[in-house]
């Protein structure tokens, strides 16, 4: 499609040239305003050699238009034209395609075809020229030099002619002249939200919601939803189809690559920057909801598991992907990551080789089970940025016909690492279940329903901990497999004690002591050990609690050499020893707790044990200690997102304050009066 358009009349070689108008400028423009001024204020002092660059459809033709049609360049460059790059697969196309517009007679059109290019463009300058969708050119390997020339050319005529490329991927054309690089990324939730309310003429929905949330900000994949809600398509008949087919189903019919999202995506994904090597790549990293850590150690787990096709290396093929902007670099540290909608087409569209994704599947899984000790912070750090991958491929594990030997010990690590970091993902680990139906033994699926009890009690849902625990321990009882049931009775225990069941919990609790053994199995053994001194603390106890957490301790630090265990131990100690008042041993029973609270980072368990630092120093009237480390625990509180405790926390502080005659007692009953003080 060639698209020339002037301004103004001008005589041309003889000939009267046709004034055309632009096309109007575009509509429904969000989230661009701050990159048009800064080109257009720019313009003056540097003549624009803009290269605007980005996935398909991210928007990259529209802003070309509306800096064509913006009024700061327009004063400067009153004559524009527009050419679209789409038919001209080579370089002596393109130039006799410009040659039209331009109106060069077919009798100039020799080897000094440039030189009667740019005098026409001198003739009409000063002049804008828009070259859109350059990449269908440039990215032919025979062509591109011949295209860098080109533009070379046109840089002799200096401030008199500005230069707007628009281009698939992140490249701009390898010329002598610096290019202004304008890459484009998708649209925040806000903007995008306000393109489909313009475009559906609709408020959004729920459903609508949803939708764009999986649309990665991407202009075109939002205007194409906005014209099927605003032709009738319901925002929840959509949603549901897309779970099904995916990008397919935003299209608005035709051929071209803006009517459907589907198309546009494809362009990229099977274009000749892609070889088969990088597409491979970009298979794995589409099962891979969080993406590739671009760290040596990933790289290199990466590099060594698989041999990519030809010669190409990982690195090369990572450098095609980022060039085609089908993935890019994000976070800190950096990941190599797809927008959502790419990811899911190549999820669909991208063959990846069963022995390629079982080696993927291998890679996450040994991981998991080399890092399950979550006591170990380089297992803690290696282990949470790849929670949403490594239960994507759980997933993709259990659906096959032959799942890997490790799954169900992975998804039993995976969900003690749920518990850790306090993801509520009950649903995932069920899902794995259903998939693998029958073909898990008795004894694999009592441990999975155990580790969902577990999980369970984490996210505070008593009721449904219960069955699930109650059902591992039939499954046990069953396999008289009494290390299983000491665990069960275990969990049942803690359960039937955060409900205030504390008869039936002690019962539990003695029921694990029976079934386990301290010679057979130390850590089980110190495990309900400290559960009894819990339980001890809360019936008032003290000298049984006292025995039973010791006991514990002995195993946890010495034998068994277990940080969380030791730490859990003497902050009930610590506790206690408030309590009864033994204020010199409770400072340093917690003191010696927090160490390894910090060590262990786990910001909820330190922010306890400042809270009751607090309480022993404000006992022992030590106030400046004792706000010391309100203050701290109202950090870690804070940090761990709990803002009761913190506020409690905070009134420990107004109590100090008032001790100190800071402040009137009144004041400090009032948190928001605290909260400004503070």
């Known amino acids: 499609m060639i698209l020339p358009f002037l301004t103004s009349l001008h005589r041309i070689s003889g000939t009267n040239a046709v004034p055309q108008a632009l096309p109007p400028a575009p509509q429904f423009v969000v989230g661009r305003d701050t990159t048009i001024n800064s080109i257009a204020s720019n313009a003056s002092s540097h003549p624009p050699r803009i290269a605007i660059l980005g996935p398909g459809g991210i ?16 004063a400067s460059y009153p004559t524009r034209f527009f050419l679209s790059c789409e ?35 001198r003739h009409f300058s000063p002049v804008m020229l828009c070259l859109d969708n350059l990449e269908t050119v440039w990215d032919v390997e025979t062509e591109q030099p011949k295209v860098d020339a080109i533009l070379d050319v046109f840089s002799s005529l200096g401030s008199a002619l500005a230069l707007i490329v628009t281009m698939r991927g992140t490249q701009a054309p ?70 099904t087919h995916g990008t397919t189903v935003l299209e608005s019919g035709g051929t071209h690559r803006l009517s459907s999202l589907d198309r546009s995506i494809r362009l990229s994904v099977f274009g000749p920057r892609v070889n088969d090597s990088a597409r491979l790549l970009l298979g794995l990293l589409a099962r891979l909801p969080d993406g590739l850590s671009n760290t040596s150690d990933w790289l ?95 997933l993709y594990s259990a659906s096959t016909t032959t799942p890997s030997p490790q799954i169900v010990n992975v998804a039993v690590v995976y969900c003690s690492w749920c518990r850790w970091f306090a993801i509520g993902d009950v649903v995932g680990v069920e899902h794995v ?9 008795s004894l694999d699926q009592a441990s999975l329903l155990r580790s969902l009890g577990q999980l369970e009690t984490r996210l505070n849902q008593p009721e449904a901990a219960e069955k ?18 000491s665990h069960i009775y275990r969990s049942v225990g803690n359960l039937q004690m955060d409900m205030n069941r504390l008869d039936a919990a002690e ?94 980072e786990h910001p909820q368990s330190s922010a306890r044990t400042y809270q009751l630092l607090g309480e022993v120093f404000y006992t022992q009237n030590d106030v400046e200690r004792a706000e010391s480390h309100f203050r701290e625990a109202i950090r870690a509180y804070t940090s761990a997102g709990n803002s009761g405790q913190a506020d409690d926390c905070l009134y420990r502080v107004g109590q100090v304050w008032v001790k100190q005659g800071k402040v009137e007692e009144a004041k400090a009953e009032d948190i928001h009066v605290l909260r400004q003080l503070l």
Request: hydrophobic share 40%.
């Open 87 to 121: 038919p001209t697969p080579t370089a002596d196309i393109l130039e006799n395609t410009l040659a039209d517009v331009l109106h060069i007679p077919k009798s100039d059109r020799n080897s000094n075809l440039q030189s009667h290019i740019l005098d026409q463009l």
């Open 174 to 243: 390898k010329t002598s002249f610096e290019w202004i690089r304008t890459p484009l990324t998708g649209l925040g939730l806000k903007d995008a939200t306000l393109m489909y309310e313009a475009v559906s003429k609709q408020s959004t929905s729920s459903d609508a919601a949803t939708l764009l949330g999986k649309l990665g900000g991407i202009p075109l994949a939002i205007k194409l939803l906005g014209r099927m809600v605003d032709e009738g398509d319901q925002p929840t008949h959509l949603l549901a189809s897309w779970a």
């Open 468 to 485: 699930y625990l109650q059902r591992a321990l039939e499954i046990f009882s069953q396999l008289d497999n009494l290390e299983g049931m």
């Open 507 to 600: 019962d539990s609790f003695q029921s694990a002591l029976k079934l386990s053994s301290k010679d057979i199995s130390p850590l089980a053994y110190a495990n309900t050990q400290y559960c009894l001194g819990d339980l001890q603390i809360r019936k008032g106890q003290y000298d049984n609690a006292i025995e039973h957490l010791q006991s514990a301790l002995q195993i946890y630090s010495v034998e068994e050499h277990d940080t969380l265990g030791s730490a859990n131990c003497l902050l009930l100690l610590g506790e206690l020893g408030l309590r009864i008042n033994q204020l010199q041993a409770a400072e340093k029973s917690l003191t010696d707790a927090l160490k390894l609270y910090d060590e262990l």
């Open 300 to 394: 290199g787990r990466v590099r060594s598991a698989f041999q990519l096709p030809g010669s190409q290396t990982l690195e090369l093929s990572i450098r095609s992907l980022r060039r085609a902007a089908l993935i890019t670099e994000r976070g800190n540290p950096s990941r190599f990551q797809m927008l959502q909608p790419v990811q899911e087409f190549c999820q669909k569209f991208v063959e990846l080789p069963k022995e390629a994704l079982d080696t993927l599947i291998e890679v996450y899984f040994d991981l998991v089970r080399k890092n399950y000790n979550r006591s170990d912070r380089q297992s803690r750090e290696l282990i949470r940025p790849e929670m949403a991958n490594i239960r994507a491929l759980l």
């Open 433 to 441: 279940m259903d998939l693998l139906g029958p073909r898990i033994s």
């Open 59 to 74: 928007g990259k033709t529209t802003l070309a238009m509306m800096l064509l049609h913006n009024h700061i360049l327009r």
